[in-house]
């Protein structure tokens, strides 16, 4: 491998093969591509364990100031908690299930335009959200981190397995949680729940769009709170795949608070990893945290 020190700006492109596509023909095209255009070094690993992860790229990533991931949004997710406080710009070659940061980014498919995206994108400065010391760009309560918890412990195995973890987890849309959600001090919701939704972007996973109105440079996190029934849950639904507005109205907000009023725990998942479930959590906006590599 070539000595990284010996350039200006050392690139270096980390791919994680335990992300669902990463060794498809598609993305070891686009790394081969993006490796050339960058004069990169290459590291690669495969792990399905957040603090591998993490541990690995905290080994590697000193000498580099261009920092591409292969992986998923969880994999980038690692990534900018790594990275944060560093002079580096982040670039994402997407290879996981939901990528829904290559959504945000504006990242074209074919290997060849997104290796020129990485090559000669725009870095810009973005918020994202501190879930209790996690940074993330997007997070989640409720329903949608059983779903996150079950996909990964069953092996995330893609479509199917995201089939298999939604159908799993029916059972819980059936019992919602009581909670109270405050957002910088003031009450906004106190009841039940299904899922709430806490950002810097609009996008969840596959490109819906489950928070329209999040925005990367407000210096706000926005904030959905989806109470159901399932009914009306599976009705939002249909509105996130149509690109439409949802029902439940947006909240924007430097911090929030969501507490228990039931002796059930809250799940929450970041970048679509579960993080873990308790009575209550902090989640508020880190301005500008992370640098992104994008079509801005």
Same mark, same amino acid.
């Given at each position: 491998m ?9 690139a ?22 993006? #490796? ?7 590291h ?10 993490r ?8 000498? %580099?100031?261009t ?30 299930f ?11 498919r ?16 973005v918020?994202l ?10 997070a ?8 996150a ?20 987890s ?34 969840y ?6 928070n ?7 210096? #706000?996190?926005?904030?959905?709170? %989806? ?21 439940a ?22 970048d679509?990893?579960?993080?873990g479930?308790?009575?209550?959590w ?15």
């Amino acid at each position: 491998m070539r000595a990284a020190m010996t350039r200006d700006r050392p690139a270096a492109i980390f791919v994680n093969e335990g992300a669902g596509s990463a060794r498809s023909g598609h993305v070891r095209r686009t790394v081969e591509l993006a #490796r050339v255009a960058l004069d990169a070094d290459l590291h690669v690993t495969d792990t399905r364990s957040p603090d591998e992860l993490r541990g690995w790229l905290e080994e590697r990533v000193a000498p %580099y100031r261009t920092v591409i991931i292969a992986g998923g949004d969880g994999s980038l997710g690692i990534a900018f908690n790594v990275l944060y406080g560093r002079d580096a710009s982040i670039g994402y070659i997407p290879a996981g299930f939901g990528n829904a940061t290559a959504h945000l980014l504006q990242l074209p498919r074919q290997p060849e335009a997104l290796a020129d995206v990485l090559a000669n994108g725009t870095a810009r400065s973005v918020d994202l959200v501190r879930v209790d010391g996690r940074l993330a760009l997007f997070a989640g309560a409720g329903w949608d981190a059983v779903v996150a918890g079950r996909y990964a412990s069953a092996g995330a195995k893609r479509l199917r397995g995201w089939a298999s973890a939604v159908a799993g987890s029916i059972g819980e849309l059936m019992r919602r949680r009581a909670v109270r959600v405050e957002a910088d001090g003031a009450l906004v919701h106190e009841g039940p729940m299904e899922l709430l939704v806490a950002s810097t972007t609009p996008f969840y996973g596959r490109g819906l769009r489950v928070n329209p109105g999040a925005r990367p440079d407000r210096g #706000r996190i926005t904030m959905r709170v %989806y109470t159901g029934p399932i009914h009306r849950l599976a009705a939002e639904a249909v509105r996130w795949a149509a690109a439409a507005t949802p029902n439940a109205a947006p909240v924007h907000a430097t911090s929030a608070v969501i507490t228990a009023l039931d002796a059930r725990g809250i799940p929450v998942q970041a970048d679509g990893d579960l993080i873990g479930e308790r009575a209550e959590w902090r989640l508020e906006v880190a301005p500008a945290a992370a640098r992104l590599i994008g079509r801005w």
